[in-house]
């Protein structure tokens, strides 16, 4: 999964990354089920309307799927102020997460070269969808119990070794954007100091 050279400034505020068709698909694929599993836990049938044009939601505990959960942490220890704060803030979180798989999946589907060419906000969009992926991925290989160099050492065979091999591509990615995004932020303050 290296065929890209991974994201690279193209001009000022513009970052550019080319993907393979397999490389774009399996975004593609990746981005579509972070969308869906977001949607599992809309709060439907709101019995408040006010409660729910502001974002407050029903939903006072956490999500039962382990991934979801990962997606959607308590924000406290305490019981009671995880569940309250999880009432305001878990709509309005989900909600971003989507918007940026979807802004991934947008820009994947209409790239009929691969090439990807992205603004300021779109790359930071990019770097929460990327994480959010890596972040769904590492719970389905355990990485808080499994160490990279275990990972590292699964068998050719095992079905979680192509999906090791996503997350570290991915984690790759991830670093060529934000190093990109770095380099741009860099220069604007040399330039600002300079001008000054």
Request: contains cysteine; proline residues 3%.
């Amino acid at each position: 999964m290296t065929a890209t050279e991974g994201f690279s400034r193209h001009g000022d505020h513009s970052y550019v990354a080319t993907f393979a068709d397999s490389e774009k698909e399996v975004l593609l694929n990746l981005c579509e089920q972070i969308i869906e599993l977001l949607a599992e836990r809309q709060d439907h049938g709101h019995e408040d309307p006010l409660a729910a044009m502001v974002g407050i939601t029903s939903h006072d505990s956490p999500p039962e799927d382990e991934v979801l959960h990962r997606l959607l942490p308590n924000a406290y220890a305490d019981e009671i102020d995880a569940s309250e704060f999880r009432r305001y803030t878990e709509s309005t979180l989900r909600q971003k997460k989507q918007a940026h798989a979807i802004s991934m999946r947008i820009h994947l589907k209409s790239s009929d070269d691969g090439t990807i060419d992205l603004d300021h906000d779109n790359a930071n969009a990019w770097l929460g969808g990327i994480n959010d992926i890596r972040l769904a991925l590492g719970v389905r290989l355990k990485v808080e119990n499994n160490s990279h160099e275990e990972l590292e050492l699964l068998s050719p065979d095992d079905p979680l070794r192509g999906v090791y091999a996503v997350y570290t591509w991915l984690g790759w990615l991830q670093e060529t954007l934000l190093s990109a995004l770095i380099d741009d932020a860099d220069e604007d303050e040399e330039s600002q100091l300079g001008s000054s």
